[in-house]
T-cell receptor
Framework: KQEVTQIPAALSVPEGENLVLNCSFT??????LQWFRQDPGKGLTSLLL?????REQTSGRLNASLDKSSGRSTLYIAASQPGDSATYLC?????????????FGSGTQLTVLP | KAGVTQTPRYLIKTRGQQVTLSCSPI?????VSWYQQTPGQGLQFLFE???????NKGNFPGRFSGRQFSNSRSEMNVSTLELGDSALYLC?????????????FGDGTRLSIL
């Protein structure tokens, strides 16, 4: 059974700092890895999707990497801003036969202090 | 382009009742997935519908069911409600499915069971 872990559960940084969020998964047979952010009382916003054949994806100040062999993914946020404060979740796409689903980590709650 | 719309936003029910939640996907999206989010279990996959057929299913009891209409709108039904069903229910849509495409989430329906 795929398990996805995110450490730390919460992180507080001063504005302008570069930071890394970690995600680990137990089943290296994932077909993709997605990063989302969730604001309080809201749904999830897709940030980056890395296919299993890729090593990383970039969007603006965000960069996500995927290392299937070690079962790890990282989300790098450059020059953090107070507006980046949210809960960040990673999700591994797994397949069992023809069935497919996303397995989510429990998230890292990020606070960027002005 | 309008996003994913979920109705209602809030719902209060009592044990033993049943409830129906609605999700309207982004125009042109044919896949709709449903998730349950609770503080204890995090985000868990319920099921995915594609072209009016259930394509994937998570590990939830048969009390949880759904359907999809020809216009891709989807409903989720929970019968014989239990206290543990209190949660934020999220739906997500994508063009072709949860395989290799970003999922676009609605803001969810918060269900409280008294």
């Amino acid at each position: 059974k795929q398990e996805v872990t995110q450490i730390p559960a919460a992180l507080s940084v001063p504005e302008g700092e570069n930071l890394v969020l970690n995600c680990s998964f137990t089943d290296s047979a994932i077909y993709n890895l997605q990063w989302f952010r969730q604001d309080p009382g809201k749904g999830l916003t897709s940030l980056l999707l890395i296919q299993s054949s890729q090593r990383e994806q970039t969007s603006g100040r965000l960069n996500a990497s995927l290392d299937k062999s070690s079962g790890r993914s990282t989300l790098y946020i450059a020059a953090s801003q107070p507006g980046d404060s949210a809960t960040y979740l990673c999700a591994g796409g797994i397949s069992s036969g023809s069935a497919r689903q996303l397995t989510f980590g429990s998230g890292t709650q990020l606070t960027v202090l002005p | 382009k309008a996003g994913v719309t979920q109705t209602p936003r809030y719902l209060i029910k009592t044990r033993g009742q049943q409830v129906t939640l609605s999700c309207s996907p982004i125009s042109g999206h044919r896949s709709v997935s449903w998730y349950q989010q609770t503080p204890g279990q995090g985000l868990q996959f319920l099921f995915e519908y594609f072209s009016e057929t259930q394509r994937n299913k998570g590990n939830f009891p048969g009390r949880f069911s759904g359907r999809q209409f020809s216009n891709s709108r989807s409903e989720m039904n929970v019968s014989t409600l239990e206290l543990g069903d209190s949660a934020l229910y999220l739906c997500a849509s994508s063009l072709e499915g949860i395989s290799n495409q970003p999922q676009h989430f609605g803001d969810g329906t918060r269900l409280s069971i008294l």
